[in-house]
């Protein structure tokens, strides 16, 4: 069984401050590795993915990937309340042709 | 980026009829598309893998007698939900990863998955 844990609770961060989220992952063979977000009753969209070890940014968000620890992070900076909603973690496995998901962290960005 | 376009949005039911949903790939082709489920609260769960031209593969425990999938281009998957029944009411999402040139599931997709806007499913 292939899985992603996003263990923390909701996360409340006042507006314009950092929110950051964990991920662990157990498939060592996973090579891809995505942050998607998803708003409720809706579908999740892709907001970051990263493939090597680093950190890679785009505008407010920066994705964070350890391959040794097997684990992957997400920053969001100058949290908007636009930014509240549910973030999935996502990993690739069997062979990189799936991907598993972790069960998400709640975001709530108090104005 | 790319579009996914999913419908129905959303369906009401009785017991016992089938319900189709497509899945299409607006502006890329879609070698592999995916189907997922999700109760309210909890995470994305693989229901199955769809490759055009082949049986679909169907992760453990999924029916798939009752839920028949068909992905007969590159550019559209269906799932029917046959004789549906209340416990089948559920989001239903599609996701649809782009063709590429180099060998299936390679860096050079970068294995990136598009969804589509889900269908919620209301089986009466």
């Known amino acids: 069984q292939k899985e992603v844990e996003q263990n923390s609770g909701p996360l409340s961060v006042p507006e314009g401050a950092i929110a950051s989220l964990n991920c662990t992952y157990s498939d060592r063979g996973s090579q891809s590795f995505f942050w998607y977000r998803q708003y409720s009753g809706k579908s999740p969209e892709l907001i970051m993915s990263?493939?090597?070890?680093g950190d890679k940014e785009d505008g407010r968000f920066t994705a964070q990937l350890n391959k040794a620890s097997q684990y992957v992070s997400l920053l969001i900076r100058d949290s908007q309340p636009s930014d509240s909603a549910t973030y999935l973690c996502a990993a690739t496995y069997y062979g990189n042709n799936r991907l598993a998901f972790g069960k998400g962290n709640q975001v709530v960005v108090i104005p | 980026g790319a579009v996914v376009s999913q419908h129905p949005s959303r369906v009401i039911c009785k017991s016992g009829t089938s319900v189709k949903i497509e899945c299409r790939s607006l502006d890329f082709q879609a070698t592999t598309m995916f189907w997922y489920r999700q109760f309210p609260k909890q995470s994305l769960m693989l229901m199955a893998t769809?490759?055009?031209?082949?049986?679909?593969?169907?992760e453990q425990g999924v029916e798939k007698d009752k839920f028949l999938i068909n992905h007969a281009s590159l550019t559209l998957s269906t799932l029917t939900v046959t004789s549906a029944h209340p416990e089948d009411s559920s989001f239903y999402i599609c996701s649809a990863r782009e063709k590429s040139a180099g060998s299936s599931g390679g860096l050079g997709t970068k294995n990136i998955q598009y969804f589509g806007a889900g269908t919620r499913l209301s089986v009466l």
């Open positions: 769809s490759n055009e031209g082949s049986k679909a593969t169907y």
């Open positions: 990263i493939y090597s070890n």
